[in-house]
């Protein structure tokens, strides 16, 4: 995806997530759990302004948030931090080096990509909260989702800070997984110390295959689906290899 299509993509989401989080501030939010609506709303504003220094100071904050945001109220900070993270990207360009904690990419388009899905999941967290539907996600951004929770998540964090992985993957046998939605399709393979990540389903068999439309894959990666209702990804393999995957998802992404 075009950088300029991220940043239409984090337009309209925000736009969503702007409109949905007053209706229930107070409301908690299953798929982050202990937290309120204005919990989110508070982190979604901490974040973008975290990013926008990122960008300006040109390395990332180490001492973060600073004590004065806490007495913020959340939709104030959204706001403000939401300008200022868009006024920064209209000053810059993608090429454009910025701080990140992605060693293989230190640009400004890293943060461009990471603002669009980290809205976009946000907004769901936002729905959920507030009993709103789920507006629809974009097939694009949706495989671009999964490409980065899988590449840039996982399997960095993994070869990066194994350390928070050895519990998980020392004892896996080594297993292969195959994610696959409209157009898309990745192969994992998994050891001790390993998550590699190749495109493509490749034509061996997997332990473990799941499959459906892209905006369903990627809510489900991000354990984001609705609660009671039927879910559009199909998960095939033993629970102990579907276990261990979604472990690597949940400790890459808190």
């Known amino acids: 995806m075009e950088s ?32 309120t609506v204005a919990d989110l709303t508070r982190h979604v504003g901490r974040v973008y302004l975290h990013k926008t220094l990122a960008m300006r100071e040109g390395a990332e904050p180490d001492v973060w948030p600073p004590k004065e945001l806490a007495d913020e109220e959340p939709l104030a900070l959204l706001d403000k931090a939401y300008a200022g993270l868009r006024q920064e990207f209209a000053a810059r360009r993608p090429e454009d080096p910025a701080g990140t904690w992605y060693t293989p990419d230190q640009t400004v388009g890293f943060w461009i990509r990471r603002m669009a899905q980290e809205t976009v999941i946000h907004r769901i967290d936002a729905e959920l909260g507030t009993g709103q539907p789920v507006a629809p996600i974009p097939d694009d951004l949706a495989v671009d989702g999964i490409d980065e929770l899988l590449k840039v998540f996982v399997a960095f964090g993994v070869a990066e800070w194994g350390d928070y992985f050895t519990d998980i993957l020392d ?28 495109d493509g389903a490749g034509d061996d068999a997997a ?24 879910s559009e990804v199909t998960v095939e393999g033993a ?10 998802l949940v400790t890459a992404t808190q």
């Open 4 to 35: 300029s299509r991220f940043l239409d993509c984090l337009e309209a989401d925000f736009a969503r997530l702007r409109a949905v989080v007053p209706g229930d501030l107070s409301a908690a939010v299953p798929s982050c759990p202990g937290w």
């Open 171 to 198: 004892g896996s046998p080594g297993r292969t997984y195959v994610v696959r939605t409209d157009g898309a399709a990745w192969r994992v393979r998994t050891g001790p110390g390993l998550f590699a990540v190749e």
């Open 207 to 230: 332990d473990v295959t799941v499959s459906g439309p892209p905006a369903a894959v990627l809510r489900r990666l991000w354990n984001r689906e609705s609660a009671g209702e039927p």
């Open 239 to 248: 629970p102990e290899a579907v276990e261990e995957l979604q472990r690597c």
